[in-house]
């Protein structure tokens, strides 16, 4: 058995996959928190227990937003208290399909705290790499409603990827994100030279905000019109020749 630590064993006697669900919410939220003293108290002598407790088999998670409970949840929060970069385990988690959603956003939420200045961009990437398994984004999106409009920029640079796959889910995120990302989808729409990207930023601001994508075709448009005309020259022995020029000199 992985859990080999007495506070891990006792978690999962009450809230692991062979223990039987609690009748009452409010009785195991209560239950959950002494659990959660214990375990945090432990948490560095507990370290590779929690690690082996997460990469291990799914567990329940009990209650619902924003108060979930689950072993999982409190070993996400137990290894960020032992300290050290756990970044590997928690994006093995992140990334798992077989793990229920709030067990994945937490994990996700733990590499954004790891993460320091460059938070949003890792959180960005791991929505854009780890989370294409969701056919709904919204409920993805909505575990990090205090980070919506900032994580529209980190994501947004996923559309210039080369990768189709990632282009997609970059643009599905920021369709999930939805009115928040609409500035930013029509500036890409407005000046972006880069086909692949503008073509994705179409299509998720059609979605987000049509009108939006009307103004941002009309001033585009408009930008194109009113842009110099660029003349072509060829240099020529004698001298250089303008387009209408080019026959006379063509033997």
Same mark, same amino acid.
């Given at each position: 058995?992985?859990?080999?630590?007495? /506070?891990?064993?006792?978690?999962?006697?009450?809230? *692991?996959?062979?223990?039987?669900?609690?009748?009452?919410?409010?009785?195991?939220?209560?239950?959950?928190? +002494?659990?959660? !003293?214990?375990?945090?108290?432990?948490?560095? /002598?507990?370290?590779?227990? @929690?690690?082996?407790?997460?990469?291990? =088999?799914? %567990?329940?998670?009990? #209650? /619902?937003?924003?108060?979930?409970? #689950?072993?999982?949840?409190? !070993?996400?929060?137990?290894?960020?208290?032992?300290?050290?970069?756990?970044?590997?385990?928690?994006?093995?988690?992140?990334?798992? $399909?077989?793990? $229920?959603?709030?067990?994945?956003?937490?994990?996700? %939420?733990?590499?954004?705290?790891?993460?320091?200045?460059? #938070?949003?961009?890792?959180?960005?990437?791991?929505?854009?790499?780890?989370?294409?398994?969701?056919?709904?984004?919204?409920?993805?999106?909505?575990?990090?409603? *205090?980070?919506?409009?900032?994580?529209?920029? $980190?994501? @947004?640079?996923?559309?210039?990827?080369?990768?189709?796959?990632?282009?997609?889910?970059?643009?599905? @995120?920021?369709?999930?994100?939805?009115?928040? +990302?609409?500035?930013?989808?029509?500036?890409?729409?407005?000046?972006?030279?880069?086909?692949?990207?503008?073509?994705? +930023? &179409?299509?998720? @601001?059609?979605?987000?905000?049509?009108?939006?994508?009307?103004?941002?075709? #009309?001033?585009? !448009? &408009?930008?194109?019109?009113?842009? =110099?005309?660029?003349?072509?020259?060829?240099?020529?022995?004698?001298?250089?020749?303008? =387009?209408?020029?080019?026959?006379?000199?063509?033997?």
């Amino acid at each position: 058995m992985f859990a080999r630590h007495p /506070a891990i064993t006792a978690l999962l006697r009450e809230f *692991g996959t062979a223990a039987d669900r609690p009748v009452d919410p409010a009785s195991a939220v209560e239950r959950y928190e +002494a659990h959660r !003293a214990s375990l945090l108290a432990a948490a560095r /002598a507990a370290r590779a227990d @929690l690690r082996a407790l997460l990469d291990g =088999p799914p %567990q329940p998670v009990l #209650g /619902a937003a924003p108060g979930w409970v #689950g072993a999982k949840l409190l !070993a996400v929060d137990s290894l960020l208290r032992a300290g050290g970069d756990e970044t590997a385990t928690f994006t093995r988690l992140a990334a798992s $399909p077989a793990e $229920p959603l709030p067990v994945r956003l937490r994990a996700a %939420q733990a590499i954004y705290e790891l993460a320091g200045d460059d #938070g949003l961009a890792a959180l960005a990437a791991l929505l854009v790499e780890a989370f294409a398994d969701h056919a709904d984004l919204r409920p993805v999106v909505a575990g990090f409603n *205090g980070l919506r409009g900032e994580l529209v920029r $980190p994501i @947004l640079g996923h559309l210039y990827a080369r990768d189709r796959a990632k282009r997609q889910q970059a643009r599905r @995120l920021l369709v999930a994100i939805g009115p928040p +990302a609409a500035a930013a989808l029509a500036e890409i729409v407005q000046h972006s030279e880069d086909a692949f990207a503008r073509s994705d +930023a &179409e299509e998720a @601001l059609a979605m987000v905000d049509p009108t939006a994508l009307d103004v941002a075709h #009309g001033a585009r !448009a &408009e930008a194109a019109a009113a842009a =110099p005309k660029r003349t072509e020259v060829r240099i020529t022995l004698s001298g250089l020749q303008r =387009p209408a020029e080019w026959g006379s000199s063509e033997m």
